[in-house]
């Protein structure tokens, strides 16, 4: 598979996206103008990426925010992996939030119980 890597930009996240070398990696805000078009070419590799995962998954996510329309593409993103999940194979997802920030621990803790994936939270 060709990686995805996206830059950040003061709206929208730094996304990386290697099979080989198992990232799978989104940084920083997403608060695209058009979140539907910054993220289908996310979607658009997950989709193909869990026809044939690796032997462990894991999704690192260390956001500063993201608005409403990003959570929806999040938990998309989320939901297209829960395929792997299904299938008896590992993945996690490393949720990253900063210590004062428990909105977004919560927000992790959400998005676990809608997809059913295992969330490991980590503070920094």
């Not at 099979?19 to 940084?27: G, I, L, Q, V």
């Not at 695209?32 to 996310?42: A, G, I, K, L, R």
């Not at 462990?56 to 959570?71: D, G, H, P, R």
Request: proline share 5%; glycine share 2%.
């Amino acid at each position: 598979m060709i990686p995805l890597r996206i830059q950040a930009t003061n709206e929208s996240l730094e996304v990386n996206l290697d099979k080989e070398m198992s990232r799978f990696e989104f940084y920083g805000k997403s608060l695209p103008e058009n979140p539907n078009e910054f993220f289908e070419p996310v979607l658009k590799w997950f989709r193909e990426y869990v026809k044939e995962p690796n032997k462990e998954t894991i999704l690192v996510f260390k956001m500063e925010y993201f608005n409403t329309a990003s959570s929806k593409r999040i938990l998309d993103i989320l939901s297209i992996c829960y395929e792997i999940h299904k299938n008896k194979q590992s993945i996690f997802v490393n949720w990253f939030y900063h210590f004062n920030d428990e909105d977004m621990k919560e927000t992790g803790e959400s998005f676990s119980e809608i997809v059913h994936l295992p969330f490991k939270y980590i503070t920094y």
